[in-house]
């Protein structure tokens, strides 16, 4: 039997509850919350990759740090490396998809810099190689998985973590604490 609205709706409350209760996930965000901050307070910037509609995750959180999130202020030096065509399927034709992103890691960061990387599994290769390259050039890293943390975590400074295996509900997650970061680091960075 497919699962109803009202089921659908209970799982996402579920998954927001067990985020809400646990005192480790928020730890975690006030730490990369934190260490953002320090970035942008430096002239650093923020990266973001993912895959899939993790990709439009990426996209959606550099239009909240670069335009506005809350108020209106100065915008907040954010990339989503998802979205030049370009740049993607000229890396993807010439060195693979598992080039993707850590070629642009290696063009465009600088140490000092934040990468946030999404991957629902914590094993997509091209995000795990992003990470690897980040830390060589002394980038900060942050990961976005799901309740198994995949092969990603050895590579995270921080790792954020839904705690589902649902792809939805870990999405859904995802946004949220996205949103979260967004609110917290514009009240810090502008707040009188």
């Known amino acids: 039997m497919p699962p109803s609205i009202a089921q659908s709706f209970a799982d996402a409350a579920r998954t927001y509850a067990e985020l809400a209760a646990d005192a480790s996930i928020q730890s975690s965000l006030e730490a990369v919350v934190e260490l953002v901050v320090q970035a942008l307070a430096k002239g650093n910037k923020l990266l973001f990759a993912g895959n899939g509609g993790s990709a439009a995750d990426c996209q959606h959180m550099a239009g909240e740090f670069v335009s506005r999130f809350m108020f ?25 998809y598992e080039q993707a992103f850590s070629r642009q890691v290696q063009g465009l960061a600088k140490a000092g810099d934040v990468l946030l990387a999404y991957s629902t ?23 976005l998985t799901g309740a198994s943390e995949g092969r990603m975590a050895p590579y995270c400074d921080q790792l954020l973590r839904v705690p589902s295996s649902c792809v939805p509900r870990i999405q859904e997650g995802h946004l949220l604490m996205g949103h979260t970061i967004c609110e917290m680091v514009e009240q810090r960075v502008f707040a009188p």
């Open 72 to 96: 209106d202020r100065n915008p907040l030096p954010a990339v989503a490396l998802t979205t030049d065509t370009s740049i993607l399927t000229a890396i993807a034709n010439d060195y693979g």
């Open 121 to 143: 599994s914590g094993n997509s290769p091209n995000i795990v190689k992003a990470l690897q390259v980040a830390r060589e050039l002394e980038v900060a890293t942050v990961g």
